[in-house]
Structures are given as structure tokens and as C-alpha cells.
Nanobody, 124 residues
Framework: DVQLVESGGALVQTGGSLNLSCSAS??????????MTWYRQAIGKEVELVSR???????YYGDSVRGRFTISRDYAKNAVILQMNNLKAEDTAVYYC????????????????RGKGTQVTISS
């Protein structure tokens, strides 16, 4: 099975930047064949799809982060990076990485592999 481990979460001030990393191990097929997605969940709210690196086509960004977040892959490390700029208080959440082979899931519940998350807290 694929294991996903997120890292990089921290406490930062409003307007700051942060890079999250999701490292995948146990990958048995080309890393490029996986659809890699970042989700987040704030306290009392539902899971939100933040950004997605598809195995084909361009990246996807949720409306709330478009223009501020950038997703990329490090194929040498089987990792997906989420670069977050101009952070806002509403970005505070636990950020989760998820993966699915061949096709992208339409929801958190449909993801095949999911990490345990990393906490991002934005202070004003």
C-alpha cells in the first residue's frame, strides 16, 4: 500500500508563506500516474478540496486559494508540494494529502490513500 506523510505545518502570521510536503512511499507504479490532492479541514467545517495535481492536464485550485497556492511534484522524491502564500486566518486547518491511482476522486471519501495530516495555523 501507498503511505502518505505530510510535513511542513506550522504557526505563521497573516500574510506569511508556508510550504507543505507530502511524501509517498510504497509506490508500485509511476508516481506520475497518481492523482495527488491536498484537502483541508477546519474545526467545525467539512473537508475542503484545496488543490490537485492530476496525472493528466493542469492543476486544480479551489476558489478560496486560487492565486495564492501553488501545487507541484518532486518526482525524484515521490512528493507533492503545496506552496502557500499570502496566508489568511481562514486558511487555518489540518491539511491532508491524498492519492488515487489512474483517476481522480470526486471527494475525500473516494480517495484510496490518505495521510494523517499536518496542522497549519494562521495568526492575525
Amino acid at each position: 500500500d501507498v503511505q502518505l506523510v505530510e510535513s511542513g505545518g506550522a504557526l505563521v502570521q497573516t500574510g506569511g508563506s508556508l510550504n507543505l510536503s507530502c511524501s509517498a512511499s510504497g509506490v508500485t507504479r509511476s508516481f506520475s500516474s497518481y492523482c495527488m490532492t491536498w484537502y483541508r479541514q477546519a474545526i467545525g467545517k467539512e473537508v475542503e478540496l484545496v488543490s490537485r495535481s492530476k496525472n493528466f492536464g493542469g492543476p486544480y485550485y479551489g476558489d478560496s486559494v486560487r492565486g495564492r497556492f501553488t501545487i507541484s511534484r518532486d518526482y525524484a522524491k515521490n512528493a507533492v508540494i503545496l506552496q502557500m502564500n499570502n496566508l489568511k486566518a481562514e486558511d487555518t486547518a489540518v491539511y491532508y494529502c491524498a492519492a488515487r491511482a489512474a483517476t481522480c476522486s470526486t471527494s475525500w471519501g473516494g480517495e484510496t490513500y490518505r495521510g494523517k495530516g499536518t496542522q497549519v495555523t494562521i495568526s492575525s
